[in-house]
C-alpha cells in the first residue's frame, strides 16, 4: 500500500468515526478523531499489532472502540483529550494573538477602506461624502468611539480637519492606491493622539473609554480567577494523589475505581498546567500595563510642555508626539484583546473537568480519606529537602553518561527545561502512572541533554542503573493513557510512530528514524512578479535562439497598406543602414609651423628707477630652415 492510498484509507476511518459519532448525537472534530484513532492503536490492551497488515476485521474494529470512547460521557480521560485538543486549537502565542487580531481588523476595515481609495469624486456633494467615510474610516480603524455617535463624529472631523482640511482632497485623490492607504493610517494615527490629548486637557474625549483605569481593575481580577481555578484543581489532584496511594499500598481496600481516579487525576495535573500557562500571560498583561501608564504619562508630560503657552507649534515637533501618543494607546487596546481572549479560554477549559468532579465530589471522597494524609506538591519537596536527602555520586557507581546537577554547583538552575513537565519519571512507571513532582534539590539528573528530577534519592539512583529501560516504559505508560502525550511532552518519542508504513505491505510500523537523506532546491523565481519570460536555463536553447537571429539578420522586413488604412495604423519599414566607408592612400605627409615664442623683460622693475618693460618676439621665421 503507498503512502496515499495510506492517507486516504485512514481519512476515511475518521469521517466514518465522525459521521458515527454525530448520527448518535455526538458532532465531534476530526481532529479528536485522529487523536482517538491513535490512541486505540497505540493502547497495548486493545491488541492491535504494529507488525501485522490490518485487515477489514480490524479496521471495524477500530471504529467501533473509537466510538465507543468518543461517546462515553463519563470518562475523565476523553475529557482530557478535549481539553488538549481545545487549548492546542485555540491557544497560541502572545505576538500571534496580536497578529491575528491586527488581521482580523484590517480584513474588516478593507471594504470602507476601498471605498475610498477608489474614489473618483468631482462633485461638491461627492468630495463631501468622500470626507465623511475618510472621518468614519479613522475612527473605526482608531476604536475611539461609535461612527454613528454624533458628538464622537463631530469631534474627530474637527481634529480631522485640523491635520487634512477638505482643500486637501484634490492632493489625496491624485495620489496612487498604496500612499493612499499609507496617508490613512497615518491620519488616523494623529486625529487618535489629537483626541487623546484633548481628552487629557479635558476639552474633548467623547466615547473614549479609560482603558488604563480598566486594566487596573481587569487584570488583578482575571489574576485571581486563574489562581482560584488553580487552588481548586491542585487540591483536587493532592486528594486522587493521596487516595490513589492509600490504595496502591493495600490493594484489599474498598475504594472508587483505581483508573477512574488515575484518569481524574492526570486531567487535574493537565488542567493545572494549561492554568499556569494562563497565569504567566495574564502577568505579562499586568507588567505590560504598568509599562504603557508609565510611558503615557512621560509622553503626556511631553506633550504638554511643547505645545504649553504656544499660539502655533510646528508640525513637525508635535505629530511625530501624537503618532507615538497612539501608538500607546493601541497598546492598552492590544492587552484588551488579549486579556479578554485569555478569559474566555479559561472559561472554557471548566466545562472538561466537570466530570471527575461530579463523580469524586467532597462528599464520595470523605470516607475514603478520613484517615488519610493529603499533602500537597510544595510539602513534599519539603520533606524530601536537606543534605540527608540528596543524591552522593560518590557513594553509587553512576554509568558513563549521566551526571547529577545541584543547584550550588549549576548556572540558572531554576532555568533547567525538566523533562516530564518536572514530574518523576521512576514514580509514573513504579506506580503505574502515579503523577507526583519532582524535587530538584535532590539532584537533577542529566542524560543526553535532557534533565530528570525524581521524588526520592532511591527513585534517582534507581533510574540512574538505566535510563533507557525507563525512558521506554515512561512511553507505555503513556500508551495506555495517551493524554500523558501531551501533558508530559512526550511527542518527540511519538512522532515517528505512524498508523501505515510507507512500504508496500501496509503494515503499521513504530520505527525512530535515526538517519535520513535530505535536500533542497532554490526555486528559480521567488517572486511571481520578477518571472523573467525569456530566461532559459538550457545551453542548447539558447543556441537555438542565438542561430535563429543571426538567420534574422539576412531576412527583409516587407510592409504594405491600402488606400483605407492609411492614416488608421501605424506602419514600419526596416532597412539596412549605410557602411561607415574610408580610402587610404600611399603616403602620408604633413606640415608643421614654428611655435610662437615671446619674452618679456623687465618686470621686476628698479628701485627709483621707474619699471618698464620690455617685450622681445622670439618666434622663428616659417621660410627658416629648420
Known amino acids: 500500500m503507498s503512502r496515499a492510498q495510506a492517507e486516504s484509507v485512514i481519512k476515511n476511518i475518521i469521517r466514518e468515526i465522525a459521521q458515527e459519532c454525530a448520527s448518535k448525537g455526538q458532532a465531534v472534530s476530526e481532529t479528536l478523531v485522529a487523536f482517538m484513532v491513535k490512541a486505540v492503536v497505540l493502547d497495548p490492551n486493545n491488541e492491535f499489532n504494529v507488525d501485522r497488515t490490518l485487515t477489514k476485521d480490524d479496521v471495524q474494529k477500530l471504529i467501533k472502540i473509537c466510538v465507543e470512547r468518543l461517546l462515553d460521557t463519563r470518562s475523565p480521560a476523553l475529557d482530557t483529550v478535549k481539553m488538549q485538543v481545545y487549548f492546542d486549537m485555540n491557544y497560541t502565542t502572545r505576538a500571534d494573538f496580536l497578529e491575528e487580531h491586527r488581521r482580523v481588523l484590517e480584513q474588516r476595515l478593507q471594504p470602507v477602506v476601498r471605498d475610498i481609495t477608489d474614489s473618483r469624486a468631482r462633485t461638491r456633494e461627492e468630495l463631501e461624502s468622500l470626507y465623511r467615510k475618510i472621518v468614519s474610516a479613522v475612527l473605526l480603524r482608531?476604536?475611539?468611539?461609535?461612527?454613528?455617535?454624533?458628538?464622537?463624529?463631530?469631534?474627530?472631523?474637527?481634529?480631522?480637519?485640523?491635520?487634512?482640511?477638505?482643500?486637501?482632497?484634490?492632493?489625496?485623490?491624485?495620489?496612487?492606491?498604496?500612499?493612499?492607504?499609507?496617508?490613512?493610517?497615518?491620519?488616523?494615527?494623529?486625529?487618535?493622539?489629537?483626541?487623546?490629548?484633548?481628552?487629557?486637557?479635558?476639552?474633548?474625549?467623547?466615547?473614549?473609554?479609560?482603558?488604563?483605569?480598566?486594566?487596573?481593575?481587569?487584570?488583578?481580577?482575571?489574576?485571581?480567577?486563574?489562581?482560584?481555578?488553580?487552588?481548586?484543581?491542585?487540591?483536587?489532584?493532592?486528594?486522587?494523589?493521596?487516595?490513589?496511594?492509600?490504595?496502591?499500598?493495600?490493594?484489599?481496600?474498598?475504594?472508587?475505581?483505581?483508573?477512574?481516579?488515575?484518569?481524574?487525576?492526570?486531567?487535574?495535573?493537565?488542567?493545572?498546567?494549561?492554568?499556569?500557562?494562563?497565569?504567566?500571560?495574564?502577568?505579562?498583561?499586568?507588567?505590560?500595563?504598568?509599562?504603557?501608564?508609565?510611558?503615557?504619562?512621560?509622553?503626556?508630560?511631553?506633550?504638554?510642555?511643547?505645545?504649553?503657552?504656544?499660539?502655533?507649534?510646528?508640525?513637525?515637533?508635535?505629530?511625530?508626539?501624537?503618532?507615538?501618543?497612539?501608538?500607546?494607546?493601541?497598546?492598552?487596546?492590544?492587552?484588551?484583546?488579549?486579556?479578554?481572549?485569555?478569559?474566555?479560554?479559561?472559561?472554557?477549559?471548566?466545562?472538561?473537568?466537570?466530570?471527575?468532579?461530579?463523580?469524586?465530589?467532597?462528599?464520595?471522597?470523605?470516607?475514603?480519606?478520613?484517615?488519610?494524609?493529603?499533602?500537597?506538591?510544595?510539602?513534599?519537596?519539603?520533606?524530601?529537602?536537606?543534605?540527608e536527602f540528596r543524591v552522593d555520586p560518590s557513594e553509587f557507581r553512576i554509568r558513563e553518561g549521566i551526571e547529577f546537577l545541584f543547584p550550588e554547583t549549576t548556572k540558572n538552575f531554576e532555568k533547567l527545561p525538566l523533562q516530564y513537565r518536572g514530574y518523576c519519571g521512576f514514580t509514573l512507571v513504579a506506580n503505574d502512572r502515579l503523577l507526583l513532582p519532582g524535587n530538584p534539590e535532590i539532584g537533577v539528573l542529566h542524560y543526553r541533554e535532557n534533565y530528570y528530577v525524581f521524588t526520592s534519592k532511591q527513585a534517582a539512583l534507581e533510574f540512574a542503573k538505566d535510563p533507557d529501560i525507563f525512558i521506554l516504559q515512561v512511553a507505555e505508560c503513556a500508551k495506555k493513557s495517551p493524554e500523558l502525550i501531551q501533558l508530559l511532552e512526550l511527542h518527540q518519542q511519538f512522532a515517528t510512530i505512524t498508523p501505515y508504513a510507507q512500504g508496500d505491505q501496509g503494515r503499521m510500523i513504530e520505527k525512530p528514524v535515526t538517519k535520513c537523506d535530505s535536500g533542497t532546491q532554490t526555486d528559480t523565481h521567488f517572486m511571481e512578479s520578477n518571472i523573467v519570460k525569456s530566461y532559459e536555463w538550457n545551453e542548447w536553447e539558447l543556441r537555438r535562439k542565438a542561430i535563429k537571429l543571426a538567420n534574422l539578420r539576412k531576412k527583409v522586413t516587407h510592409s504594405q497598406q491600402t488606400n483605407l488604412s492609411n492614416m488608421r495604423r501605424d506602419n514600419v519599414t526596416q532597412v539596412y543602414l549605410p557602411k561607415d566607408q574610408g580610402s587610404q592612400t600611399k603616403t602620408e605627409d604633413g606640415t608643421n609651423v614654428p611655435k610662437p615664442q615671446v619674452y618679456l623683460a623687465g618686470l621686476r622693475g628698479g628701485g627709483v628707477q621707474p619699471t618698464e618693460m620690455v617685450k622681445v618676439d622670439l618666434t622663428r621665421d616659417v621660410d627658416e630652415d629648420m
Open 142 to 387: 482608531s476604536g475611539l468611539g461609535s461612527p454613528t455617535d454624533i458628538a464622537v463624529v463631530r469631534e474627530a472631523t474637527a481634529a480631522l480637519q485640523s491635520v487634512f482640511p477638505q482643500t486637501e482632497l484634490g492632493t489625496f485623490m491624485s495620489l496612487v492606491k498604496r500612499d493612499k492607504e499609507r496617508q490613512l493610517k497615518e491620519l488616523t494615527l494623529i486625529v487618535t493622539g489629537i483626541r487623546l490629548f484633548n481628552k487629557e486637557c479635558g476639552k474633548g474625549g467623547e466615547g473614549i473609554d479609560d482603558l488604563p483605569a480598566i486594566l487596573n481593575e481587569a487584570v488583578p481580577a482575571t489574576t485571581q480567577n486563574v489562581d482560584a481555578e488553580i487552588q481548586v484543581t491542585t487540591r483536587m489532584a493532592h486528594k486522587y494523589t493521596a487516595l490513589i496511594e492509600k490504595m496502591q499500598a493495600d490493594p484489599s481496600l474498598d475504594g472508587p475505581s483505581l483508573q477512574l481516579l488515575k484518569e481524574s487525576l492526570i486531567n487535574s495535573r493537565q488542567h493545572e498546567a494549561f492554568l499556569r500557562i494562563l497565569l504567566n500571560d495574564v502577568i505579562g498583561c499586568a507588567q505590560q500595563v504598568e509599562l504603557l501608564e508609565s510611558q503615557l504619562a512621560t509622553r503626556m508630560e511631553q506633550l504638554k510642555d511643547t505645545v504649553r503657552s504656544k499660539t502655533a507649534v510646528p508640525t513637525s515637533h508635535v505629530y511625530p508626539q501624537f503618532i507615538a501618543l497612539a501608538h500607546l494607546w493601541s497598546g492598552f487596546q492590544d492587552e484588551m484583546v488579549l486579556l479578554s481572549v485569555l478569559s474566555n479560554i479559561l472559561a472554557s477549559l471548566e466545562p472538561f473537568t466537570k466530570t471527575h468532579r461530579e463523580m469524586f465530589t467532597e462528599e464520595v471522597l470523605a470516607p475514603f480519606l478520613g484517615d488519610v494524609e493529603v499533602r500537597g506538591d510544595e510539602q513534599r519537596i519539603r520533606e524530601t529537602t536537606g543534605m
